[in-house]
């Protein structure tokens, strides 16, 4: 026998074994960003929050978390609630709040009270963030059926239980427009014309489901009446609609030809204003094999089919789009194993994985997206991370709101990104993403600083590779020699308290100490310290290991 055959051949199996060991934890892909090559202005999109429960806003850890998104954008960030016109005395629930903004005397005149609904939007206002005022939802005195009024909805319990007495029509239209009217021009008279002009004004909410009880023309009926009392009160208020459930299909064509060309139910003149046009999207996760699949190409399919809507109006072709409820799923407040997703990196990467095929939908319709609505906030008096689609829990921030950090700081213009790793938009929306991960990017130039966040995403919450990434980075042609390097992480060890939570032993009565710890473990956090990186004519070249779930964003200055 030649035993020196054996050995090598020994050695190359070895070496082999050695290589495809590597192989399995690890795989390349290569993305490369052209400063020279611009697709336009970076919106942005992200800007947009919102929660069924108004009352939140103004408690302990509401105010914590307004105030966190005010900073990201001040002046910029709009919250969207519900119940914002809903009778009662502003304790709150889940999927529930109210504001007791009208009653009625014996006689039946109106009594207005702004108390509760000045403290939700003082909240927001001295925190940065601006109203997108949902007028809705139907005062008790005023519905046709306010027997049952409350809901006592929890998540144990079948969605429709929280479609009662708030859902009907109004008895007196007029009495409806009033109110409206009113409530508007008390808001011009406390904030000021310049600063309520630059609201969003929409009525109700998805009202081709259970959150409206009429038909679809008493919806429209509704929605010019209100209308109506907005533009009496400040004709130069920007108003739109109609917050469909999905894209809303015949539902929003009906209420976009009514816009259009109708006969307004208020006025009896043709059309109604409309300034920006909104629909809902959301994802579809499930549990299979023990681990949640998310759906991404439900939302993005949905979002697809509400920009081809739009699109096919040439006078809606240039107004802006707002994406009123834009998420993993459809309900914030439930639980259950598909939602088990929520605390985690699945959640943050997800995020942004969606958001930056938002941008490509529009461009491939030609829309004018203004923003993408997230539907999360947090949820006051609860466990530590009971599972609840939010961004914070017990004023501890989750590694989602890590995600809204990272896009606060890309500005200027949007620059093309290739990567070797990316799938297609249109395999996302026909298969999801099961086979293949998606690892990809987003880019964005101002002035001499080059923003990149890269991704790694799967819809299956499971372990997978890292991505072995080389970031190849061109057009720097105003840079010198060397560039200043920042690298900003979301993984399992980064801007992630929900690990830190658990490495605490979960506790649900964190010390002081604990609690601070967790509060850091939240934030968003550098991948070391900067580094100096060489540019070499107008190009550079940086590679890191981005594991499954994760999310890089690289800033380059110089």
Request: proline fraction near 5%; include cysteine; charged fraction near 25%.
């Given at each position: 026998?030649?035993?020196?055959f054996?050995?090598?051949?020994?050695?190359?199996?070895?070496?082999?074994?050695?290589?495809?060991?590597?192989?399995?934890?690890?795989?390349?892909?290569?993305?490369?960003?052209?400063?020279?090559?611009?697709?336009?202005?970076?919106k942005?999109?992200?800007?947009?929050f919102g929660?069924?429960?108004?009352?939140?806003?103004?408690?302990?850890?509401?105010?914590?978390?307004?105030?966190?998104?005010?900073?990201?954008?001040?002046?910029q960030?709009?919250?969207?609630?519900?119940?914002?016109?809903?009778?009662?005395?502003?304790?709150?629930a889940?999927?529930?709040?109210?504001t007791?903004?009208?009653?009625?005397?014996?006689?039946?005149?109106?009594?207005?009270?702004?108390?509760?609904?000045?403290?939700?939007?003082?909240?927001?206002?001295?925190?940065?963030?601006?109203?997108y005022?949902?007028?809705?939802?139907?005062p008790?005195e005023?519905?046709?059926?306010?027997?049952?009024?409350?809901?006592?909805w929890?998540?144990?319990?079948?969605?429709?239980?929280?479609?009662?007495?708030?859902?009907?029509?109004?008895?007196?239209?007029?009495?409806?427009?009033?109110?409206?009217?009113?409530?508007?021009?008390?808001?011009?008279?406390?904030?000021?014309?310049?600063?309520?002009?630059?609201?969003?004004?929409?009525?109700?909410?998805?009202?081709?489901?259970?959150?409206?009880?009429?038909?679809?023309?008493?919806?429209?009926k509704?929605h010019?009446?209100?209308?109506?009392?907005?533009?009496?009160?400040?004709?130069?208020?920007?108003?739109?609609?109609?917050?469909?459930?999905?894209?809303?299909?015949?539902?929003t064509r009906?209420?976009?030809?009514?816009?259009?060309?109708?006969?307004?139910?208020?006025?009896?003149?043709v059309?109604?204003?409309?300034?920006?046009?909104?629909?809902?999207?959301?994802?579809?996760?499930?549990?299979?094999?023990?681990?949640?699949?998310?759906?991404?190409?439900n939302?993005?399919?949905?979002?697809?089919?509400?920009?081809?809507?739009?699109?096919?109006?040439?006078?809606?072709?240039?107004?802006?789009?707002?994406?009123?409820?834009?998420?993993?799923?459809?309900?914030?407040?439930c639980?259950?194993?598909?939602?088990?997703?929520?605390?985690?990196?699945?959640?943050?990467?997800?995020?942004?994985?969606?958001?930056?095929?938002?941008?490509?939908?529009?461009?491939?319709?030609?829309?004018?997206?203004?923003?993408?609505?997230?539907?999360a906030?947090?949820?006051?008096?609860?466990?530590?991370?009971?599972?609840f689609?939010?961004l914070a829990?017990?004023g501890?921030?989750?590694?989602?709101?890590?995600?809204f950090?990272?896009?606060?700081?890309?500005?200027?213009?949007?620059?093309a990104?290739?990567?070797?790793?990316?799938?297609?938009?249109?395999?996302?929306?026909?298969?999801?993403?099961?086979?293949?991960?998606?690892?990809?990017?987003?880019?964005?130039?101002?002035?001499?600083?080059?923003?990149?966040?890269?991704?790694?995403?799967?819809?299956?919450?499971?372990?997978?590779?890292?991505?072995?990434?080389?970031?190849?980075?061109?057009g720097?042609?105003?840079?010198?020699?060397?560039?200043?390097?920042?690298?900003?992480?979301?993984?399992e060890?980064?801007?992630?308290?929900?690990?830190?939570?658990?490495?605490?032993?979960?506790?649900?009565?964190?010390?002081?100490?604990q609690?601070?710890?967790?509060?850091?473990?939240?934030?968003?956090?550098?991948?070391?310290?900067?580094?100096?990186?060489?540019?070499?004519?107008g190009?550079?070249t940086?590679?890191?290991?981005?594991?499954?779930q994760?999310?890089?964003?690289?800033?380059?200055?110089?």
């Amino acid at each position: 026998m030649n035993l020196k055959f054996v050995w090598r051949s020994a050695g190359a199996l070895l070496a082999m074994n050695l290589l495809q060991a590597v192989a399995a934890d690890s795989f390349p892909v290569t993305i490369r960003v052209d400063a020279n090559k611009s697709t336009g202005g970076l919106k942005p999109i992200w800007r947009f929050f919102g929660a069924d429960e108004p009352n939140y806003a103004y408690m302990t850890n509401g105010r914590k978390l307004i105030a966190e998104l005010g900073e990201l954008a001040p002046k910029q960030v709009f919250f969207r609630a519900h119940n914002l016109l809903t009778s009662g005395d502003g304790t709150p629930a889940l999927k529930w709040g109210s504001t007791g903004a009208y009653r009625e005397d014996a006689d039946g005149k109106p009594i207005y009270d702004w108390t509760i609904v000045d403290r939700i939007f003082d909240t927001y206002l001295s925190r940065g963030v601006r109203p997108y005022a949902q007028i809705g939802f139907m005062p008790k005195e005023m519905s046709i059926k306010p027997e049952p009024y409350q809901h006592q909805w929890n998540p144990r319990r079948g969605y429709n239980d929280i479609y009662t007495g708030w859902t009907y029509p109004p008895k007196d239209y007029d009495k409806w427009r009033e109110l409206v009217f009113q409530w508007t021009k008390h808001c011009v008279e406390k904030y000021g014309r310049i600063e309520v002009e630059s609201w969003y004004w929409e009525v109700w909410n998805e009202p081709n489901i259970g959150y409206w009880k009429g038909t679809p023309a008493e919806f429209r009926k509704l929605h010019d009446y209100a209308i109506d009392g907005v533009k009496r009160a400040l004709p130069t208020a920007r108003v739109g609609g109609a917050d469909t459930a999905g894209s809303g299909g015949k539902f929003t064509r009906d209420f976009l030809e009514h816009c259009l060309r109708g006969t307004n139910f208020a006025t009896g003149k043709v059309g109604t204003p409309i300034d920006f046009v909104s629909f809902h999207a959301k994802g579809s996760p499930v549990t299979t094999n023990g681990h949640v699949r998310m759906g991404i190409a439900n939302q993005l399919r949905t979002i697809d089919e509400g920009f081809r809507i739009v699109a096919s109006y040439p006078e809606l072709k240039a107004k802006p789009i707002v994406i009123g409820e834009s998420d993993p799923e459809g309900c914030a407040a439930c639980q259950g194993p598909s939602l088990a997703y929520r605390n985690g990196t699945m959640y943050s990467s997800y995020t942004a994985a969606c958001f930056a095929r938002k941008h490509d939908l529009a461009d491939r319709h030609g829309v004018n997206l203004e923003g993408a609505l997230t539907w999360a906030f947090e949820f006051e008096d609860q466990p530590y991370f009971a599972g609840f689609r939010s961004l914070a829990s017990n004023g501890i921030d989750k590694p989602v709101l890590n995600v809204f950090r990272m896009f606060a700081r890309m500005h200027g213009r949007r620059l093309a990104a290739e990567s070797s790793g990316s799938l297609t938009l249109d395999d996302m929306m026909r298969r999801g993403v099961r086979d293949q991960p998606d690892v990809s990017a987003i880019a964005s130039l101002e002035d001499n600083k080059l923003s990149v966040m890269v991704w790694h995403y799967h819809d299956d919450d499971v372990a997978g590779p890292d991505a072995e990434v080389e970031l190849n980075l061109g057009g720097l042609t105003t840079a010198k020699d060397n560039a200043r390097l920042e690298h900003f992480r979301i993984d399992e060890d980064h801007s992630n308290a929900f690990t830190a939570w658990k490495k605490m032993g979960s506790p649900q009565q964190p010390t002081a100490a604990q609690y601070a710890q967790l509060e850091k473990a939240g934030q968003l956090a550098a991948l070391g310290e900067a580094q100096t990186v060489r540019v070499n004519g107008g190009a550079s070249t940086v590679k890191f290991k981005l594991p499954r779930q994760g999310v890089s964003l690289l800033q380059l200055s110089w």
